[in-house]
């Protein structure tokens, strides 16, 4: 795939990139809305404070996390276009509550709903993969992450114009984040009718369990061991609430329950899935290394985590380090946004065209810890030329690690690439809140070490678990004999629909679907006239037998 073939949007391919990368520039234009307007929500409202503004910026991205996990079982199931339309129009909700709202736990509590939205980058994601092929998914992804991710950095530099010149007065905020969401909303309607899961209507195959399906007892294990972080991660948050007095210790041992409840209930999800499948014996062909998602768990992790957190801290740390204006510190923190236009892409492209996607998974995550190694011995001696050198040279690595890191998910295995994508991006979550709160208790320069470390420990993992993706830059994805056989069930599905739909002539639609054991029909007709007429036709004296 070349650049140029991104003009040619009378491919409808390259079109739904382009509407599902605007539909993740919305999504992430909404979930950073609130900090660019910090300052001015703080002068307007005397009863918020700066540590208000701290708590609401870690609601953020707490749930997020479970979200993205929600979402990826939704996406393998539903599929993207319901998922993403729906997302869009639900979030708009919370978005409006957060703009009007009137006091610190209304404020508080719609940020927290809000963060879910950030879960739309897994559905684009998943959508984007089942348009493109194997050989070119790496550069789709990138591009897809990298313009959407600029949704961010374009909130920041549009939306305190559009409070203050467009809306102005104490109330500007307000609106312009209300019309964020209104924007959003009118989107995913539109999302909805312009397009399809895939080129075909059975390019998006159902995965049917409640959890992510792995192929033997080890990888079984060490599923459940990444997956107890990705809830138990919200007990730092639930910490930071409490020291700050928004509840108290009773409260707070409620929700610590409530989310030992929550790991427990997600791990007996993974065995109820995964133990009869297992016993029952996974196909040779239908096997996938577990341990490569782990890996790309720890990636995400590591560059993506990196990114949000250092993106909070960054104008700060050059405003302080060299003593430059608010102003100028922004405006050189905001590269390590910009970059994204770039470097995912990039990431995506280069992996594409390297032919070995695990070696361009490891060269870039050896430069990010070598980068924020280089960040953590920056100071005030150094010249600031060769400080933002350095930044925009770390970001790059970063941001082009995020593009590597989903251009080898779609090919891990086809079937439940939603799920995947879902707790890698749940992992890029995890690792901002974790680096968040530590950086809450070191200096600058150590919080750059630390998140190097974090890299360097990731490339290590990498080296040891991370397969070579089977099929990885071929024409078509590697389908197995389940997956065969799944596509056939759907193709009988539709077969025993349309003879059910000659049955019940006359009623407005007929719907066959798995319950329990066994399987529901359900016809639904205009009145009971049309009923009592499609069951004389199946009574004794009808040209058919009666139904049992």
Not at 424 to 452: E, K, P, S, W
Request: aromatic share 14%; glycine share 8%; with cysteine.
């Amino acid at each position: 795939m070349k650049i140029s073939t991104l003009f040619r949007v009378q491919d409808r391919a390259i079109r739904a990139l382009h509407l599902t990368w605007i539909a993740f520039f919305i999504t992430f234009y909404v979930w950073f809305n609130m900090a660019p307007l910090a300052s001015s929500m703080l002068a307007a409202n005397d009863w918020l404070t700066r540590d208000d503004i701290k708590l609401f910026a870690i609601a953020n991205v707490a749930l997020t996390i479970p979200a993205r996990i929600l979402v990826g079982l939704a996406l393998d199931k539903y599929g993207p276009r319901r998922v993403f339309s729906i997302l869009m129009v639900v979030m708009a909700v919370p978005t409006l509550f957060f703009a009007f709202g009137d006091t610190k736990m209304q404020l508080f509590v719609s940020r927290l709903i809000m963060s879910s939205v950030g879960a739309g980058f897994v559905v684009g994601i998943h959508m984007t993969a089942l348009w493109f092929k194997p050989r070119d998914i790496g550069f789709a992804e990138g591009f897809y992450a990298g313009w959407g991710n600029f949704g961010s950095a374009a909130a920041a530099l549009t939306i305190p114009t559009i409070a203050l010149n467009v809306f102005g007065g104490d109330d500007g905020w307000r609106y312009a984040i209300a019309m964020s969401g209104i924007i959003m909303a009118a989107y995913g309607v539109f999302y909805w009718f312009a397009i399809t899961d895939g080129p075909n209507p059975d390019t998006h195959k159902k995965a049917k369990g409640s959890a992510l399906e792995v192929s033997t007892y080890k990888d079984l294990a060490l599923l459940v061991i990444f997956t107890v972080p990705l809830i138990g991660i919200l007990s730092i948050l639930i910490y930071r609430v409490q020291m700050m007095g928004y509840i108290d210790g009773f409260v707070a041992t409620i929700c610590y329950a409530s989310i030992a409840t929550l790991v427990v209930y997600q791990v007996w999800q993974v065995l109820r899935t995964n133990l009869p499948i297992l016993r029952k014996g996974v196909p040779e062909d239908d096997k996938y290394p577990f341990s490569s998602v782990a890996a790309l768990n720890t990636t995400y992790f590591a560059n993506f985590g990196a990114e949000l957190a250092v993106v909070s801290m960054l104008p700060m740390f050059f405003q302080e380090t060299w003593g430059l204006t608010a102003v100028v510190a922004g405006l050189i923190a905001a590269s390590f946004a910009f970059i994204n236009l770039v470097a995912r892409p990039m990431g995506g492209l280069v992996s594409d065209r390297m032919g070995n996607r695990r070696f361009v998974m490891l060269s870039y995550m050896l430069g990010i810890a070598i980068g924020f190694a280089l960040m953590g011995l920056l100071n005030s001696e150094w010249p600031l030329i060769i400080a933002v050198a350095i930044t925009i040279a770390c970001s790059f690595f970063v941001q082009g690690a995020e593009g590597a890191t989903f251009g080898i998910i779609p090919s891990i295995k086809r079937r439940v690439t939603g799920q995947i994508a879902g707790m890698a991006g749940a992992y890029g979550n995890v690792g901002a809140v974790f680096y968040l709160f530590i950086f809450t208790f070191v200096d600058t320069q150590t919080f750059f070490f630390i998140i190097a470390t974090g890299a360097l420990i990731s490339w290590i993992v990498c080296f040891f678990w991370l397969k070579e993706p089977e099929g990885g830059f071929d024409e078509e994805y590697v389908l197995s004999s389940v997956d065969h056989a799944i596509a056939a069930e759907a193709v009988r599905k539709k077969e025993a629909e349309a003879e059910l739909a000659l049955i019940f002539e006359g009623s407005e639609k007929v719907a066959l679907a798995e319950k329990g054991n066994g399987l529901t029909v359900t016809a639904r007709f205009k009145d009971l006239d049309d009923l009592k007429t499609a069951l004389a036709r199946l009574g004794p004296n009808g040209s058919q037998q009666p139904a049992e």
